[in-house]
Every structure is written in C-alpha cells, then in structure tokens.
C-alpha cells in the first residue's frame, strides 16, 4: 500500500502513515527518516519509548511532531479514516 494521508476520526487531525506489506521497506525506511531500520531478517523502528519490530500488515504513524508511532492493522482502521 503507498504513502497515505489519513485522518483521525476523533478530534480530527492528519496524519501521514504508511502500511507495510512485507515488500515494501525501502519505502517504509525512507518515510521513517532515519528511525527505520532494514536488514535480511526484520524491519526495526525506533520509538520513543524503544523499538518495535514491524510484522505485515502494521501501520506505522507519523504525528504532526514527527513522532513514529506503530499501530496494528485493527488499531489503525479504529483511530483512523484513510483519505
């Protein structure tokens, strides 16, 4: 899936995102801005509060503050309504 604008359902604001898919982690890396890691065995992003390893089908979130957040495929469609 590519780079989307999606926007919160509840109070409104946009966010970009990103799903990934398995395939697509030179783009997944190129959106984290350097706290996305790719090697042969995992794609690794590093949050606030550690790292996550991305599994297919993740979402990860950039806030308006460029914060990296890593939401699950049911949180994501939850919290969010893609454009």
Do not use: C, H
Not at 8 to 15: D, E, G, H, L
């Amino acid at each position: 899936m590519p780079k989307t604008k999606a926007r919160k359902k509840t109070p409104q604001s946009t966010i970009d995102a990103i799903q990934f898919d398995g395939k697509n982690q030179d783009e997944v890396r190129a959106f984290g801005n350097g706290k996305i890691a790719v090697n042969d065995k995992a794609v690794v992003v590093t949050l606030s509060d550690g790292t996550r390893t991305l599994t297919t089908t993740d979402w990860v979130v950039k806030s308006n503050f460029g914060e990296l957040f890593v939401l699950s495929e049911l949180e994501f469609e939850a919290l969010y309504e893609v454009d």
